[in-house]
């Protein structure tokens, strides 16, 4: 099992681009999650998705950002019209449907950097 | 609202002397909390959560529903333990199920000195 996966791990962008992060989960994990992680603070809670449903988007800013799970394919994670202010590690985890299974394996994240 | 806080940001220690990492919780219902290691260059992994009650690498942590703690302890403190240390708390529902969103304290980053 190769572990959650994140790509690209390194993204540029000038402002007004748009940032396309994707993530695939572990094999047999249909949860996703996705944090975001400022300089020098922790990671923030941004999105709660299943397949083909956002359960939980409280933590995602109101405009330019959205994020979809297809039935087919990476979770991806979308910034419209990037700013400075974006510029984070961007982390994906993922966990399974069980109940009392419910640990998050986490990728090893996309750092986007706005020029 | 749920909140983790982790006072220290950075902590260094001897080999072979004691260590705590510090974390304390502010959430309304009954929390889930881990322990989670990052190593120079690794990816974020679990280190441990508090309902398994187990020692990994021979940290511990006991939740304190009192003082709201789950501070990370270790005894003998090893060079290689030497990484960043981020305590968090999972809470949150969806159509009344309990899912593990996690809320991060902003991390410590440990290092053992030889």
């Known amino acids: 099992n190769a572990g959650v996966m994140q790509n690209p791990r390194h993204l540029v962008r000038r402002r007004g681009q748009e940032a396309r992060l994707r993530c695939s989960p572990m094999k047999g994990h249909s949860h996703v999650y996705w944090y975001r992680q400022l300089p020098e603070e922790g990671l923030k809670f941004m999105v709660y998705l299943q397949k083909e449903n956002i359960i939980d988007e409280s933590g995602m800013p109101k405009e330019r950002f959205s994020a979809e799970f297809p039935k087919e394919g990476p979770s991806i994670l979308r910034i419209q019209q990037v700013v400075r202010g974006d510029s984070a590690a961007y982390f994906c985890a993922s966990s399974t449907e069980e109940v009392g299974q419910e640990t998050q394996y986490f990728g090893p994240g996309t750092r986007l950097l706005v020029l | 609202a749920q909140r983790v806080t982790q006072p220290e940001k950075l902590l260094s220690v001897f080999k072979g002397a004691p260590v705590e990492l510090k974390c304390n919780y502010s959430?309304?219902?009954?929390?889930?909390l881990f322990w989670y290691v990052q190593y120079s260059r690794q990816r974020l992994q679990l280190l441990l959560r508090h309902i398994s009650r187990e020692s990994i690498k021979g940290f511990t942590a006991d939740l304190n529903k009192g003082e709201t703690s789950f501070h990370l302890k270790k005894p003998f403190a090893q060079e290689e333990d030497s990484a960043m240390y981020y305590c968090?708390?999972?809470?949150?529902?969806?159509?009344?199920?309990?899912?593990?969103?996690?809320?991060f304290g902003q991390g410590t980053i440990l290092t053992v000195h030889p």
């Open positions: 959430y309304s219902g009954s929390p889930e």
């Open positions: 968090a708390l999972s809470g949150g529902y969806a159509g009344g199920t309990s899912y593990g969103k996690l809320t």
